[in-house]
């Protein structure tokens, strides 16, 4: 099986990255290959689905990949969009020696979360009248009948018997997760080995919730488990994190990585079928229910496909069949590698934002900072593509394997991305630093609120990088537009600290935050000019999931960017994540007083009396905002993962915040759906973010609300206040520190 790098609609690529892990796995001796779901046209394609090019083209790859060779002596379960009967389908189709062997369609869409199936695929269910013994035929383009003389293949829910005694099923993704999952019918049939094709996108701690799912699955009924996974950006906002497994009766037997910078991982495991059939037998209950099957509902091997001229099985006394790549059988579970969260904030954006630099064919990423530590948390997230004492993140990898094969694929791209691929050099670099000396440039954009402590910060971990950085005052902008409008208006807006009104103190810190943004578009476009390369630099946004939920950002300022790696995390693992890497990597111990500095944005003018040596600046973000970010990140989960309205999240703060009054809490409540609902407008125009968190409030396809709210809440809020009323008024008023 094998995690592959598919990008949407990329035909071409796609077949290629197919046939090299075809290769891989001949090479290792194997018999069967899985690969990932929908993997020949790329699982991201969305309503390039409800194209009829998108289907043809995946038949030609198909034939394609037949003429090449990609299964002359193995067998292939490819994943693909197939129209049957004039119905769309997302169907695994498996191939032998240039034939193909089966179509079997997926029965359960996901349509949760950013998973949208049910739009363009339809489930399929088994017609009254099919069998194995009379199976649905799909009738196959007529250049297959010309290239390789076969004018139809099955098509419906059946698995494969061979010559030899194996037999193959197929499950796919979604249905793994549903209360009836494929694999338990499979298994009681009496199927030995099921493949998994799956294009599961990267969340924070939801591999092992996979992993315990697929382990579950052959401890309880015996067999070979294998799952594929894409790997990578295919084009859009999540990671899909690979992690390919061969699982055999409950035990991990192979693991790809989760995250990688290879396009290609290919794993292989020897497997001796008569383990799982002895597995199975030594259960009685299976044998029980397995039984039953048969007798009911013809089981015992029935919706099989014989296929008298298949063997994949090999003989190990024969020396014939002996091959020195193949891996040794193994009786023992291999030790997990699963990432902490903090580590996958790391590695999972890191990665995201390499397949983006690369194939968008920019010369490198430009980051406007200012005083919010959450801009160097993205600084030392890009920092992770070249920091040589990171040895997981992606620029460690990228160097490591340019470095081993400097003719190899990941060197080619990194010649390009580093415009170093002129005539026939095969220039690596040398360390990830100066990687990181083409490809990273941060401008410190300043004014006079901006205190000396963040400036000096910026610098610092600007030099430890060894990345392109400026330092500039964005002053003379500000002054330029306020005498414009002071020209236009006769009027002059003042902070509310020097005597203005709110709405006077808001414009003057938006325009500052808004002249970054523009500031940051014009380096970006103009940098590479300045260096002398050729090429632009993609402009890196700082906003996270707790300010995109509260509304706390300015909309069009340094938020609006071409990319946001942290977009969708929340600012307490952001902050751990600092922390861990100061404590595990020396010699960036300037991270870990980022992390422990109050966010501020240092928009007001400096108050000396109140302004504090670790933040340098008297303005924060939490008491601007009117709550902590520890308590929106209670909303947020709530909100979204619970789904809460406000009298539901409400009654559960009651119990969970019990040492605050219902008053309190009602106050909280009202105060984060009166924020949340007056700025959800700032969501329709957020910058594409790497998805991590499962509250991500995203609106381009994970969280769909409305972004026009009554912001009163009127019904919602007066049932709070009446609940409140019930209780004495001692307990409203009784000390939150009890």
Not at 304 to 313: E, T, Y
Not at 593 to 603: F, K
Not at 626 to 634: A, I, P, V
Not at 655 to 679: D, I, Q, T
Request: charged share 20%; with cysteine.
């Amino acid at each position: 099986t094998c995690n592959l790098n598919q990008w949407a609609l990329d035909f071409d690529g796609n077949v290629q990255r197919i046939l090299e892990s075809c290769r891989l796995a001949k090479d290792q001796g194997a018999s069967y290959r899985l690969g990932p779901e929908l993997e020949i046209c790329g699982y991201g394609c969305e309503d390039h689905f409800l194209e009829n090019d998108t289907f043809d083209h995946c038949w030609e790859s198909l034939a394609q990949l037949l003429e090449e060779g990609a299964t002359d002596g193995l067998m292939c379960d490819f994943g693909m969009p197939v129209l049957h009967a004039g119905v769309r389908y997302n169907c695994r189709v498996i191939c032998h020696n240039r034939k193909v062997l089966m179509l079997r369609p997926k029965t359960a869409m996901a349509d949760n979360g950013n998973y949208r199936e049910g739009r363009y695929f339809t489930a399929y269910s088994t017609p009254a009248n099919s069998s194995a013994n009379c199976p649905e035929k799909h009738l196959l383009p007529t250049s297959f009948f010309a290239q390789f003389g076969q004018r139809d293949a099955p098509f419906g829910l059946y698995h494969l018997q061979c010559a030899d005694g194996t037999t193959i099923g197929c499950e796919s993704c979604e249905e793994l997760w549903t209360p009836q999952a494929s694999h338990i019918d499979l298994a009681l049939r009496g199927v030995e080995i099921i493949g998994n094709g799956s294009g599961s996108h990267h969340e924070l701690r939801k591999l092992s919730t996979r992993m315990e799912l697929m382990i579950s699955a052959t401890r309880k009924c015996g067999g070979v488990y294998l799952y594929s996974n894409q790997r990578g950006c295919d084009g859009s906002r999540t990671y899909y994190d690979g992690c390919a497994m061969i699982v055999v009766n409950g035990r991990i037997v192979a693991q790809a990585p989760q995250f990688d910078v290879h396009d290609v991982n290919v794993i292989t495991a020897t497997i001796d079928l008569d383990d799982v059939r002895s597995y199975r037998a030594s259960h009685p209950a299976f044998g029980i229910q397995a039984a039953r099957m048969a007798t009911e509902d013809g089981g015992g091997g029935s919706n099989g496909l014989m296929f008298d001229d298949v063997h994949l099985v090999f003989d190990p006394t024969n020396g014939a069949s002996f091959n020195k790549n193949r891996p040794k059988i193994t009786e023992d579970s291999m030790t997990l590698k699963i990432s902490a969260p903090e580590e996958e904030c790391c590695l999972g954006p890191a990665c995201w934002l390499w397949d983006f630099l690369r194939r968008s064919g920019a010369a490198g990423f430009f980051l406007p900072l200012s005083g919010e530590f959450l801009s160097f948390a993205l600084f030392y997230m890009v920092l992770l593509l070249f920091n040589s004492a990171i040895v997981a993140v992606m620029c460690i990898l990228v160097t490591k394997a340019a470095r081993e094969d400097p003719e190899g694929d990941v060197a080619k791209e990194c010649r390009r991305v580093c415009r170093k691929d002129e005539g026939n050099s095969l220039w690596v670099p040398s360390t990830p630093q100066e990687m990181a000396s083409f490809v990273l440039h941060s401008c410190f954009m300043g004014t006079e609120n901006s205190s000396n402590v963040t400036n000096s910060r910026a610098q610092r971990l600007g030099d430890a990088i060894g990345s392109y950085h400026l330092s500039i005052k964005i002053d003379l902008m500000v002054k330029a537009v306020l005498q414009v409008f002071q020209i236009t208006t006769n009027h002059m807006p003042r902070f509310a600290s020097r005597g203005g009104t709110m709405t006077e103190d808001l414009a003057l810190q938006n325009i500052q935050a808004r002249l970054r943004m523009v500031t940051a578009y014009l380096m970006a476009q103009l940098l590479p000019w300045v260096r002398g390369r050729s090429g632009f630099l993609l402009v890196l946004g700082s906003a996270n999931v707790d300010e995109g939920l509260r509304g706390y950002m300015t909309k069009y300022d340094c938020s609006s960017a071409d990319l946001n790696p942290i977009g969708a995390i929340s600012k307490g693992d952001l902050k751990r994540m600092l922390v861990f890497l100061s404590k595990e990597y020396p010699g960036f111990d300037v991270l870990a007083e980022i992390a422990n500095a109050p966010p501020t944005a240092e928009l007001r003018p400096i108050d000396a009396a109140t302004a504090t040596a670790e933040a340098g600046h008297s303005q924060t973000d939490e008491e601007d905002m009117g709550m902590t970010y520890e308590e929106l990140g209670y909303f947020g989960r709530l909100r979204k993962i619970s789904r809460c309205g406000p009298v539901s999240m409400f009654k559960k703060l009651m119990v969970s915040w019990s040492h605050l009054s219902p008053s309190e809490v009602g106050a909280k409540v009202k105060r984060f759906f009166y924020y949340y609902s007056l700025n959800r407008h700032k969501m329709t125009t957020i910058t594409p973010a790497y998805h991590a968190e499962a509250y991500s409030p995203d609106d381009n396809r994970f969280d769909l609300r409305q972004f026009l709210y009554n912001t009163r809440w009127t019904r919602q809020f007066a049932v709070i206040d009446d609940i409140v009323a019930q209780f004495p008024e001692s307990d409203n008023d009784k000390d939150k520190n009890d």
